[in-house]
């Protein structure tokens, strides 16, 4: 077994090969950019060596210094994570010629499943199902309108090269391929320096399975069963589970042993996911289709992990060293069900634009640390990966993910409860993020019911999108609360400034104004004589009742509710947690900003630090609300800026390819 490895990459995912290598007693190096210098990921190896800058192409990216810096450190493997360079064919054969061991499959299995038109080619001789489509190497524009045409809309436009749901646009008719072509053509090149595309049918009600395989360098070969990854957005993956519902054991069969001969034909090594796309049919009859295979360990691999008591990143070391799987396919079996939830930095009310800032409050629930288990099929309960910490930043530089939550039950049902149990328990301030928003979709009739396609999200838009979860008056009574709370406490000397409103005459009355859903609100708090408070927000009046619990939580008693929350202020905002959802609300009062919050008038800035890709538009052309204007690319993604209502474009303030701050003006418009 290897005495030290380097690991390539950062984030959860280091963090998480880390955790594996010390119990095996494997000493660790980490690898950082300047944006990382302070990382978990760098504290959670043995030693450290920095990249360079803070964007991946000058650091993550520059395999030759991961070289340079495994040979320093004396490493003799790599390990890549995912992501970065966990798909690189050269950075793999470049490990080779160093000496080094490349913890994953040999070069020429990346090369042949690195490229989906190639790699769709290969399945078909080896009799993988395929979906229709167009997998050749003539990329003439003209050409993929016609074989687009030919194969019937709607049709998905895929990245050759790509992943992570980079490089890919449906198309729903013929008029739109060719924008959604060059979008996707400029989002590959970016990505993955190369614009090669194929072009598949759409498939209708599609479930998106993939099978977790492993093959070792004797050539034996088993998969660990499958992963329901139906639940996406931007098709990026929200939510995963295994096994998946509604899986016969038939079909399960048949999609192992198909998994199985595509990593056969390739003489695959390691841990890889081969991903189909599998078309529901109205009498609940499913047939499976190859999409890709990763080449890599996949992010969603912790649920494999927690149905079958094993630790995929200890089978990668040892598969590496040289050694045999550990099991046979007779010896796997599935226990239980697990389901992971990506916590990212997100806003899912604007169209999931990824957010950048510092955690300011991070609170995780109480999790059972992974540990290698028998094949009892026992399992942490809860279980959270993540690679921050309280007090850190999410990078504009890297993706937006923040953490990955795991739960295992004896049941789906079990497994649901406990997932939103642990969501209600994750409170983060400092940037915005999807933890409401995913336990959003674990109470839709569609997930809960085990509904699960592709369109789910989309399906319940209506439930999903804009939701208040407590309301105003009890978003206002906890904001309240807390401020009176936090007065007491700070001012307990001065009777002028007692909770129970003591003065020498009359009833004392405390105004409130607030911002709450983006509409001012006003709220009066009355101190009563006998030492009790009368609160009125908007029309809405009674008694408010408030209390500390030793462990911080505030009881809040107001409108006929009784809630426990978690208050936490962050400069004029306070952020509200119950058991049941959170919000947030403005105090205008203490906002020292204070001024119309429409007073840009026609200013278009940009949401987030990125690169200006193009503008749509030139000075003196007349607009729409809702035309889109320009394309910024942030956080490996691309986002259309629109024209927030009619006008005339006055003036572009910006060149494409020009890096641009969070803020900054891209151009005017005139009413």
């Known amino acids: 077994m290897f005495k030290k490895i380097l690991i390539a990459n950062r984030g959860e995912i280091a963090c998480r090969v880390a955790a594996t290598a010390r119990r095996m007693a494997i000493r660790t190096v980490a690898v950082y950019s300047d944006a990382d210098a302070h990382a978990n990921h760098v504290r959670a190896c043995d030693e450290s060596i920095h990249l360079g800058g803070s964007a991946p192409k000058d650091s993550y990216l520059r395999w030759e210094k991961i070289l340079e810096a495994a040979k320093a450190t004396g490493a003799q493997a790599v390990h890549p994570g995912y992501g970065f360079l966990s798909e690189n064919e050269e950075f793999a054969q470049a490990c080779a010629d160093a000496g080094l061991v490349f913890i994953g499959p040999p070069p020429s299995a990346i090369k042949a499943m690195g490229l989906k038109a190639e790699s769709k080619q290969l399945m078909e001789k080896a009799d993988v199902p395929l979906v229709p489509g167009y997998h050749g190497s003539d990329q003439n524009p003209d050409l993929l309108q016609r074989e687009a045409d030919r194969i019937g809309y709607p049709v998905l436009i895929k990245a050759s090269a790509g992943g992570g749901g980079k490089g890919m646009r449906v198309v729903e008719k013929a008029v739109d391929f060719a924008p959604a072509l060059a979008s996707c053509q400029r989002e590959a090149i970016n990505s993955f320096g190369d614009d090669a595309v194929l072009i598949e049918k759409y498939v209708q009600r599609p479930r998106h399975i993939e099978i977790q395989v492993f093959g070792d360098t004797q050539g034996n070969y088993v998969y660990l069963f499958e992963r329901d990854c139906s639940v996406q957005r931007r098709h990026q993956k929200v939510l995963e589970e295994a096994p998946a519902p509604g899986m016969t054991e038939t079909m399960r069969k048949q999609m192992g042993e198909a998994a199985v001969a595509a990593a056969r034909a390739v003489k695959y090594v390691g841990a890889g996911t081969v991903e189909f796309i599998v078309e529901q049919r109205a009498d609940g009859s499913m047939d499976f289709f190859f999409m890709e295979m990763n080449t890599r360990l996949q992010v969603e691999h912790p649920v494999t992990e927690a149905i079958t008591g094993l630790d995929l990143v200890e089978w990668q070391l040892r598969v590496a060293a040289g050694e045999a799987l550990p099991l046979a396919q007779d010896q796997l079996q599935i226990h239980g069900h697990a389901i992971e939830a990506r916590i990212c930095a997100e806003n899912p009310d604007n169209n999931f634009l990824p957010a950048t800032g510092t955690l300011h409050v991070y609170r995780k629930p109480a999790a059972t640390a ?206 509200v947690f119950a058991a049941h959802g959170a919000t947030r609300i403005v105090a205008i009062d203490r906002l020292a900003h204070a001024g119309d919050v429409h007073a840009e008038g026609g200013r278009l800035t940009a949401p987030m630090p990125g690169k200006v890709v193009s503008f ?46 969070e803020g900054a003006e891209l151009l005017r418009i005139a009413g």
Do not use: C
């Open 370 to 575: 992974f540990q290698r288990t028998t094949m009892s099929g026992t399992s942490a309960a809860v279980r959270i990966d993540d690679g921050v910490r309280e007090g850190g930043a999410i990078s504009p530089f890297y993706d937006s993910m923040i953490a990955k939550l795991i739960v295992h039950g004896a049941t789906r049902d079990e497994a649901l409860a406990r997932l939103d149990a642990a969501l209600a328990q994750t409170h983060i301030v400092g940037v915005a993020t999807n933890v409401q928003f995913l336990r959003g979709i674990l109470r839709t009739d569609s997930f809960a019911h085990a509904k699960l396609d592709t369109a789910l999200i989309e399906r319940e838009r209506a439930v999903l999108f804009d939701q208040e979860p407590l309301g105003l008056p009890m978003a206002a009574a906890a904001s309240i609360a807390h401020t009176l709370l936090e007065e007491a406490a700070s001012a307990s000397a001065d009777p002028f400034s007692r909770r129970d409103g003591w003065q020498s005459h009359g009833i004392a009355m405390r105004p409130f104004a607030f911002e709450f859903r983006g509409e001012p609100q006003s709220a009066e708090l009355s101190y009563l004589h006998d030492g009790g408070l009368l609160l009125r927000v908007g029309e809405v009046s009674g008694p408010l009742v408030i209390g500390r619990f030793p462990t911080g939580e505030l009881e809040v008693q107001f409108n006929g509710q009784r809630h426990t929350l978690d208050v936490y202020e962050d400069q004029d905002t306070a952020y």
């Open 616 to 661: 749509a538009v030139k000075a003196g052309d007349k607009v729409s609300r809702g035309q889109p204007l320009a394309v910024m690319e942030a956080m490996k993604m691309e986002h259309t800026i629109a024209a927030p209502a009619d006008g005339t474009v006055e003036e572009l303030l910006y060149m494409p390819g020009d890096q641009v701050t």
